[in-house]
């Protein structure tokens, strides 16, 4: 037993924090899901855990290709999503709840400094929440009220003497 491994990964190192040149719908797309989730780099992270978890183990997923046996031998495992809710991170969640041993208590600490347990109520709100910010569609919901609603509200301003 091993105590707390503190397991990193970064789903976003691909992304460079540049608006994509040209108008590519995809990185343009990725980008604006990036620029939402707003993650935290892995320097961040590391100075969290230092702060609330010295005596953890940093692993890091993309790095070291033995990370599932290290989390096999831990007490503990300790999620960090760069982001408040792990976008990017549902292959490794399987691959770990396949790798850890039964009894180890699977933690998250997010990129805004919150720490929750890893479970089946959580798993499925992360799903959700996931869904909602990869489909932007409280976003795309909100479109068509906005068409409606401005016209309307910038006609009301002018008839009152506002710019």
């Not at 037993?1 to 040209?22: F, N, S």
């Not at 010295?54 to 031998?73: L, N, Q």
Request: charged content about 25%; hydrophobic content about 45%; some cysteine.
């Amino acid at each position: 037993m091993t105590g707390t491994v503190a397991l990193h990964y970064d789903p976003w190192a691909a992304q460079t924090g540049q608006r994509p040149a040209g108008r590519n719908p995809l990185a343009l797309y990725r980008y604006a899901v990036w620029y939402k989730a707003n993650p935290r780099d892995a320097d961040y992270l590391r100075a969290l855990v230092a702060g609330r978890h010295p005596d953890a183990e940093w692993v890091e997923v993309g790095a070291e290709a033995d990370w599932e046996a290290r989390v096999a031998a831990a007490d503990r495992v300790l999620l960090l999503y760069p982001d408040a809710i792990g976008l990017g991170f549902s292959r490794i969640e399987t691959r770990l709840a396949g790798a850890v041993r039964p009894g180890c208590a699977i933690d998250v600490l997010n990129g805004r400094q919150r720490e929750f347990h890893w479970d089946s109520a959580a798993q499925g709100a992360l799903r959700r929440r996931r869904f909602l910010e990869w489909t932007m569609l409280p976003e795309l919901l909100f479109l068509p009220v906005f068409l409606v609603a401005t016209p309307i509200l910038w006609t009301i301003d002018l008839l009152r003497g506002r710019r």
